[in-house]
């Protein structure tokens, strides 16, 4: 598909508003990781609890990351729109 067809179906803004920079992400890079890291720590703890009570620790803290980037991307999406 070139240029001129997406302009065509008015899919890209005008010239005069291109800036030519890329648009930057508006997900706090500093919260990604801090989800990353509690997800990653709550899979060893599953892995290490054999079953036991950090299995439980390790699943809650998972549970608790899978919600935490949900909101985290969600909230990116909402704002820079």
């Known amino acids: 598909m070139s240029l001129s067809d997406l302009q065509k179906m008015k899919l890209l803004r005008p010239e005069s ?4 920079e890329p ?9 990604a990781f801090l989800t990353a890291m509690i997800g990653i ?3 060893v703890l ?16 998972f549970s608790i990351a899978l919600g935490s980037f949900t909101w985290v991307n969600l909230k ?3 704002s820079s729109s």
């Open 17 to 20: 508003e291109w800036s030519g």
């Open 23 to 31: 648009a930057r992400s508006s997900v706090h890079s500093i919260l």
């Open 41 to 43: 720590a709550g899979c």
């Open 46 to 61: 599953m892995i290490v609890g054999d079953g036991h009570f950090l299995t439980w620790i390790g699943l809650l803290m």
């Open 76 to 78: 990116g999406i909402w």
